[in-house]
């Protein structure tokens, strides 16, 4: 069997600069190599409407805006399969059956549940009428794991695009994997998780620098964002607190317009934007000893990112004049991963005994036996 991937991202809006270095800008370069056999990019409605039941509006819409920024970015759905992960029931089932294979406890244990559950400010406490909590955890969102163990072996995906944080996740998927398989059998695939090559694109921070970059928070760039907006933005991007004069040294670590560096730069860009410096290691050489200021530094990184944006942008404005074909691509891409899905929970269904109709073996051996009862 060759390498299949499962990637995708719960519709919470639009897609911001997180979500670009963390898996969307390497997806497309995946999806553009020819080293896997499938490719599933999922628009994750379902796992949204867990926290979001009171407005399923909102996913609605969100869900063409993540499709937008997907065909913005250059995912092709000539090469990759979209889909809406509510368009294949098969994963409601698939779901069904894993939660036998794993217990409260361990949900609990699970960091990124753990993070999520205070991120969304969940709480078993919370007083009637505190708006800053929200009484209770739905079970939905509680077994968010399990889900989305469902969709990643419904593809029998061998690779996860991810960054750090979901490696709890794919660690349960794969536990999943093995409590399956030894009860009933080889039957689903183990899949591994590809974290980004550089380091600061695992967890980009917000602008404000105190977190991952998160809509909820406040602090994203979003990919469709105007020239003038990411201007905006970057300017306001937090550095070092202790580089109040030109001349004074600054710190690099921690400060976010130099991950974001970390994160865009490449050496093409300084003859292009920043020709004083022969690369970015030079750049903060010259931050480190002082002479060099804040404005300078953002400056470069706001050509950086234009550039980076310019043709997403121009694609999105595209895409948002043809409307009926991004849903007609949606609804191939979901057809197309039912099919897949469908076939995974057939083999899924004969390896736990609970395919009763098509295992006519069965069927004649119970008929065999009531006859040989009557005799």
């Known amino acids: 069997m060759g390498k299949i991937i499962l990637t995708g991202d719960r519709p919470t809006g639009k897609l911001h600069l997180g979500h670009y270095v963390g898996s969307l800008r390497r997806r497309v370069e995946l999806q553009d190599s020819g080293q896997f056999e499938r490719i599933f990019i999922m628009i994750a ?29 250059g995912l092709d759905p000539s090469k990759s399969t979209l889909f809406i992960q509510s368009q294949v029931p098969q994963l409601c089932e698939l779901a069904f059956y894993y939660m036998n294979l794993v217990t409260v406890q361990r949900l609990q244990r699970n960091p990124t549940v753990k993070a999520e559950i205070q ?137 976010t317009v130099f991950t974001y560096l970390d994160a865009f730069c490449r050496p093409e860009h300084f003859a292009r934007h920043l020709p004083d410096y022969p690369s970015l ?17 953002k400056k470069f990184l706001i050509a950086i990112l234009d550039e980076t944006l310019d043709p997403i942008r121009r694609r999105r404005a595209e895409y948002e004049q043809r409307i009926g074909e991004v849903y007609d691509m949606l609804e191939a891409g979901s057809a197309a991963a039912r099919a897949a899905a469908a076939a995974t929970l057939e083999e899924v269904r004969a390896a736990m005994r609970i395919d009763y109709f098509a295992d006519r073996e069965l069927i004649a051996s119970q008929e065999r036996h009531y006859r040989n009862e009557t005799r």
């Open 119 to 255: 991120l969304r400010g969940f709480s078993e406490s919370a007083a009637e009428g505190d708006t800053q909590q929200r009484q209770g955890i739905p079970v939905g969102f509680f077994t968010y794991p399990i889900s989305q163990a469902a969709d990643i072996t419904a593809f029998k995906a061998t690779t996860v695009p991810a960054g750090e944080d979901q490696e709890p996740m794919i660690e349960q998927t794969r536990e999943i994997v093995h409590k399956f398989n030894t009860l009933y059998g080889p039957t689903l695939v183990a899949p591994e998780i590809l974290l980004p090559a550089n380091a600061a694109c695992q967890r980009l921070p917000g602008t404000d620098g105190k977190a991952k970059m998160s809509k909820s928070l406040g602090n994203c760039i979003y990919l469709s964002d105007p020239a003038e907006e990411v201007r905006k933005k970057v300017m306001g991007m937090y550095t070092d607190p202790d580089h109040l004069r030109v001349e004074d040294p600054g710190r690099i670590e921690g400060n």
């Open 45 to 73: 409605d379902a796992q949204a409407l867990t926290d979001n039941a009171d407005d399923p509006e909102k996913v609605r819409r969100n869900v063409l805006e993540v499709a937008l920024d997907y065909l913005a970015c």
């Open 281 to 297: 290691d030079e750049l903060k050489a010259h931050y480190r000893r002082g002479g060099l200021g804040d404005v300078k530094v």
